[in-house]
């Protein structure tokens, strides 16, 4: 109970309880197999569509309350009228919340390179009426533009935990054939925000988009897996932070949704994904983590 009184409000209490070990136990649709079906995004007019085989994404859109502190900071940071990027957009969540922040004359620009998860975001995307400032592509954002393979585990309850690949691999994977292609390849118009999640090969997007993250300095949203950025990019922590200072970034990592601590604290203290936020040092004295949180 003590734990329940230091949460901040009702929505992270929820967020709270069905990350408990006891809900995900009792009351977690386990499906063998891809089950989709179209649910309705709780406080909101909008639906999606979500795998009830899925675990991890689907299963947090299924109860409204995927990812309170990124969705938060997410509400805190995008305004009508401004283009935003979600690149690996899963089955959209961020890509429908995001198309409704910016409004009628703002834009969406979803990569999603799943075959099947790409189908049923585009589902979600119309029957939501959102096609007028929603562009989505089936594609894998990277340093090159070409093909690649998009592979995952079978037997993973998480499809989102997918990753690129250049060959072929194994039997005891899966794998679709993706079309690549660099973000400074694509006509895009003056970007403000983007929120990327793409399994530890983010290095390659920002090197296949280092003009237009020059051009416009958007304020970024990443997931980071401490063990996937090694695995894909080679690049421990202390690597990937002088990384983003060499394009001119700072990062801090989003603490209950209402404050930022030192991404190497995560690392040292065994946490094995963060959700980092970081903004151009040219952006730092106007916007701050109390400008959003309050």
Known sequence: ME??????DFDELISVLIASEEF????????????????????TSDYIYVDLSDDYVSRGCLFSNYEYNESRFVRGIVRPNDTV??????????????????????HVHAFEPRTTTYEYLGKSIAQNKLTTNVVLYQKALSDVSGEAYIT????????????????????????DRISTVRL???????????????????????RGGEKLIARDKPVILS???????????????????LFL????????????GKGAASVSDAENKGIDVVSIAMWSSERKMHLKPQDIWG
Request: glycine share 8%; with cysteine.
């Open 3 to 8: 734990q329940f009184q230091k949460l901040s």
């Open 24 to 43: 995900m136990t009792r009351y977690t649709c386990a499906f063998p197999t891809e089950k989709w079906v179209m649910v309705k995004i709780s406080g």
């Open 85 to 106: 990027l979600d690149i690996g957009a899963n089955i959209g969540w961020f890509t429908i919340m995001m198309a409704r922040l910016v409004g009628d004359h703002g």
């Open 152 to 175: 995952w585990r079978p037997t993973d309850r998480n499809p989102g935990n997918s990753w690129i690949s250049k060959q072929t691999t194994g039997a005891s994977t899966k794998q």
């Open 184 to 206: 400074d390849d694509l006509s895009i118009e003056p970007v403000s925000f983007i929120k990327i999640d793409v399994e530890g090969a983010e290095p390659s997007v920002f």
């Open 223 to 241: 997931e980071i897996n401490f063990a996937q950025l090694r695995s894909m990019s080679s690049m421990n922590w202390s690597d990937y932070r």
């Open 245 to 256: 200072n060499n394009i001119g970034y700072d990062s801090f990592y989003l603490v209950d």
